[in-house]
């Protein structure tokens, strides 16, 4: 069975910094692409960053492009997101994903974890 | 950026009636190369991440029920749900991945009329 679990999540202070990690079963990992998407309370989703399966390539959406970074570790079947200058907008659960196919990164998003909620308070 | 506009925002059906979400984007998700739209619809319900339903514009994933049929080309697209059921209650988005950074519908809040 295919499973994706976030952990790293919690209350943090504007300006501060979180490491997200993402630990996956049941499938290759170094075979997969890998994303983080947040969903702020109560709103819709939002890309927030791509990683390619060996991690040499890596994409952010512009509202954390020089914040957040994406990383992985094939030999751990881990994905981590470092999140740093924090700000309330952050303020999200955040899903790790994987790619729904293997040969690249433009695809679809399956499966989705269970997700982590990250707090920054003002 | 590609933007991707869902409507309704919101939708009430009655069970067994159809309910049809709408997604637009801004350019054309068919890629010239393989002839495939690069669009996804996804269904969430309170509490739980986002399920994916459908790939490629209109692939089923394995397990969805066949009430959930997905068309569309260019870049105008549709999720049709066909005989409403009270377990399809839930937000659905659609979502482009033809280019990052990739891009979700606001979201279409679907209820029971």
């Known amino acids: 069975e295919v499973q994706v679990v976030e952990s790293g999540g919690g209350l943090v202070q504007r300006g501060g910094s979180l490491r997200l990690s993402c630990s996956v079963s049941?499938?290759?990992?170094?075979?997969?692409?890998m994303f983080w998407v947040r969903q702020a309370p109560g709103k819709g989703l939002e890309y927030v960053s791509a990683?390619?399966?060996?991690?040499?390539?890596?994409n952010y959406a512009d509202s954390v492009q020089g914040r957040f970074s994406i990383s992985r570790d094939n030999s751990k079947n881990t994905l981590y997101l470092q999140m740093s200058s924090l700000r309330p907008e952050d303020t999200a659960v955040y899903y790790c994903v994987r790619a729904g196919h293997s040969s690249d990164w433009y695809s679809w998003f399956d499966p989705w974890g269970q997700g982590t909620l990250v707090t920054v308070s003002s | 950026d590609i933007v991707v506009t869902q409507s309704p925002d919101s939708l009430a059906v009655s069970l067994g009636a159809r309910a049809t979400i709408t997604c637009k984007s801004s350019?054309?998700?068919?890629?010239?190369?393989?002839?495939?739209?690069?669009l996804a619809w996804y269904q969430q319900k309170p509490g739980q991440p986002p399920k994916l339903l459908i790939s490629?514009?209109?692939i089923r994933e394995s397990g969805v029920p066949d009430r959930f049929s997905g068309s569309g080309s260019g870049t105008e697209y549709t999720l049709t749900i066909s005989g409403l059921q009270a377990e399809d209650v839930a937000e659905y988005y659609c979502q482009q991945y033809y280019s990052t950074p990739y891009t979700f519908g606001q979201g279409t809040k679907l209820e029971i009329q």
């Open positions: 490629w514009a209109s």
């Open positions: 350019q054309s998700l068919l890629y010239s190369s393989n002839l495939k739209s690069y």
């Open positions: 990683i390619n399966s060996d991690g040499g390539s890596t």
């Open positions: 049941g499938f290759t990992f170094s075979d997969y692409a």
